[in-house]
């Protein structure tokens, strides 16, 4: 059963600074889901990562995946207020199957 | 594309009483759906996994005479919480898979759930 964790679960950061969020995943996974969820609503589709050395770029993230060590991470360059939110992972372990979620990281972006 | 439209958006309901969430995929035809539940502050649990035509596959721990889920047709999967507690209280989620080119998965827009 593939099992996904996420670390930090809480991170508070200063404008302008760097940080990475981990997840590792327990099996093989066949793709890795990010995704970012703002208070009281849904998830939002970040980037979908297909094969090992994936990496995504979309304004101040990027995604990678490892599958050899079946690691993904998220990585926010400079970061800023409106990137406060709670950040998933989320592995499957075949095509179309079931999401397993990570716990979720909450980000905190401070001026 | 790939939009599925949940709703109700909010909901109050009295204990006991049953509340219907409706999960409709708009452009695409959904043979599978995922609902899930989500705690305060916590991740996104499975419950349960419908597909069109047949039984719905719950995940160990959930009531399956509680949690109805039926899939009638391509386009809409619904659940109905049945007797529902102040402990039902929750966001629900669903979720259809889409091709990779539109994300792999598209989401509702979740249902908040109060119970009183």
């Known amino acids: 059963e593939l099992k996904v964790e996420q670390n930090p679960l809480f991170l508070s950061m200063q404008e302008g600074k760097n940080y990475t969020i981990y997840c590792n995943y327990s099996t093989t996974s066949d793709r890795l889901y990010w995704y970012r969820q703002d208070p009281g609503k849904s998830l939002e589709s970040l980037f979908v990562?297909?094969?090992?050395?994936a990496v995504k770029q979309e304004g101040r993230l990027m995604a990678s995946l490892d599958t050899k060590a079946r690691l993904s991470t998220l990585h926010i360059t400079a970061a800023v207020h409106d990137l406060s939110a709670t950040y998933f992972c989320?592995?499957?372990?075949?095509?179309?199957?079931?999401?397993?979620f990570g716990e979720g990281t909450q980000l905190t972006v401070n001026p | 594309g790939a939009v599925v439209s949940q709703h109700p958006s909010r909901v109050i309901c009295k204990s006991g009483t049953s509340v219907k969430i409706e999960c409709r995929s708009l452009?695409?035809?959904?043979?599978?759906m995922f609902w899930y539940r989500q705690f305060p502050k916590q991740s996104l649990m499975l419950m349960a996994t419908?597909?069109?035509?047949?039984?719905?596959?719950?995940e160990q721990g959930v009531e399956k005479d509680k949690f109805l889920i039926n899939h009638a047709s391509l386009t809409l999967s619904t659940l109905t919480v049945t007797s529902a507690h102040p402990e039902d209280s929750s966001f629900y989620i669903c979720?259809?898979?889409?091709?990779?080119?539109?994300?792999?998965?598209?989401f509702g827009s979740g249902t908040r759930l109060t119970v009183v």
């Open positions: 979720s259809a898979p889409t091709g990779l080119e539109r994300g792999g998965y598209t």
């Open positions: 989320a592995g499957q372990e075949t095509s179309g199957s079931r999401l397993t």
């Open positions: 990562l297909l094969s090992n050395g």
């Open positions: 419908s597909n069109e035509g047949s039984k719905a596959t719950y």
């Open positions: 452009d695409f035809q959904a043979t599978t």
